[in-house]
């Protein structure tokens, strides 16, 4: 059974830092189909500023470390996407501590984030937000529950994708996209890929531990 330790779990969120950092330009370029091309760079500097936090501290508990990225997100990314995206890892407080990351306690954390998500942004699945990739990703968290980690996830991430994949059919609700109308049809949401590369990191991370 594949699951992380609070040190492991410190250690898959640097490693999805480095790949969202990576990310920077292509999330720039899909974001400036529609919207105004920054995503990536408040992505990037929001997970260069959880780089510098995390990897300093050691942590006694998975929550801390959702606590602290989220705090991290607030503060770096600014504006509309840093509330959004800081609330994926700040609805951990009422939980109760895990020690150990496994499907079950990644689905909790995560729905408390996505019901987090939606409260701040009043997103619903369709409105070509990340919610489109974070609600399925979720979902298919909790379909797969008594699954090990490693399978959880890949189903995660593959309904991340399709739900990345719907955002293009869709048109735009919120954010800047919003005033594009059907223009913003056929494009892909920046937001929504974000999700799905944090997703598919922690996939990675967990198949190669
Ligand atoms: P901005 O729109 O301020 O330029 P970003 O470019 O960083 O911010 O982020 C845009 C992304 O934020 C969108 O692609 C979308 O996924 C997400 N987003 C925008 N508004 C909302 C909302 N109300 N709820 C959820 N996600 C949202
Ligand atoms: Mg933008």
Do not use: W
């Not at 779990?9 to 999805?16: A, D, G, H, N, R």
């Not at 606590?67 to 770096?76: A, E, N, T, Y």
């Not at 619903?124 to 979720?138: C, H, S, W, Y």
Request: charged share 25%; with cysteine.
């Amino acid at each position: 059974m594949t699951q992380l330790t609070v040190a492991d779990t410190k250690e898959m969120f640097l490693y999805v830092a480095d790949q969202l950092i990576d990310s920077k330009e292509s999330l720039c370029e899909i974001d400036g189909r529609i919207g105004d091309g920054d995503h990536g760079f408040g992505i990037e500097r929001g997970f260069q500023a959880i780089k510098q936090t995390i990897s300093s501290k050691s942590y006694e508990t998975i929550n801390e470390i959702y606590k602290d990225i989220g705090m991290v997100m607030l503060r770096s990314m600014g504006g509309a996407s840093g509330v959004i995206f800081s609330s994926m890892f700040l609805g951990v407080s009422p939980l109760p501590v895990f020690e150990t990351l496994n499907t079950k306690s990644l689905f909790e954390m995560m729905r408390k984030g996505l019901e987090k998500v939606k409260g701040k942004g009043k997103a619903e699945l369709g409105d070509k937000t990340m919610v489109d990739a974070f609600e399925p990703a979720v979902n298919a968290l909790e379909q797969y529950l008594d699954t090990d980690l490693e399978v959880s996830l890949r189903h995660a991430v593959h309904a991340a994708e399709e739900g990345v994949n719907k955002t293009k059919e869709y048109m735009a609700k919120h954010g800047r996209a919003k005033f594009l109308y059907e223009r913003s049809v056929g494009v892909q949401d920046a937001g929504a890929t974000t999700v799905l590369l944090i997703f598919k990191a922690m996939y990675e991370y967990v198949s190669m531990k």
